[in-house]
């Protein structure tokens, strides 16, 4: 574990409340979005010259927001709900 660096860090804002925070602070969360036309209608050659617009996006949210939004969980919560899950039939 290396020592953080000295000065001040960059402040991000959060997507959900709009606070302002520390980068190092945020929950940062990336997602992919497929975006395609209906295939109804379509035959095996229109469907393959078909285009898919692919959309990548990341949110960050502060610590309160994502706990609140069930993203970020405290190590012990998470455990414990991890072994719920594989005791259960």
Excluded: W
Excluded at 31 to 53: A, C, P, W
């Amino acid at each position: 574990m290396g020592k953080k660096p000295r000065g001040r860090e960059r402040l991000v804002q959060c997507d959900a409340c709009g606070r302002r925070i520390p980068k190092d602070k945020s929950v940062t969360i990336d997602s992919v979005t497929v975006y395609d036309t209906e295939f109804k209608g379509l035959t095996e050659e229109e469907k393959q010259n078909e285009v898919r617009t692919v959309v990548y996006g990341s949110k960050t949210y502060c610590i309160s927001c994502a706990k609140h939004r069930r993203i970020f969980e405290k190590k012990k919560q998470q455990l414990q709900r991890k072994n719920k899950k594989d005791f259960e039939f």
